[in-house]
């Protein structure tokens, strides 16, 4: 019973973040989803790259 409850409150609290994100971004909110992508992209990229160096000097 506490696994269901727990399923229903954060089903609530996402269905509540995501109605408040497109609610109050609107038209904006495919520019705020792609600036976003391309941050997690560069951050991905930048720690991949930090990584890589090292063995490429072997």
């Known amino acids: 019973m506490k696994d269901h409850f727990q399923l229903l ?10 109605w408040a994100f497109w609610h109050f971004l609107g ?3 495919f ?3 792609s600036t976003i992508a391309l ?15 090292p063995e490429q000097r072997d």
Do not use: H, P
């Not at 409150?9 to 995501?18: E, K, S, V």
């Open 31 to 33: 520019s705020a989803l």
């Open 27 to 29: 038209n904006d909110a």
């Open 9 to 18: 409150t954060g089903g609530a609290l996402f269905a509540i973040i995501a």
């Open 39 to 53: 941050l997690v992209l560069f951050v991905d990229n930048v720690r991949l790259r930090r990584k890589l160096k």
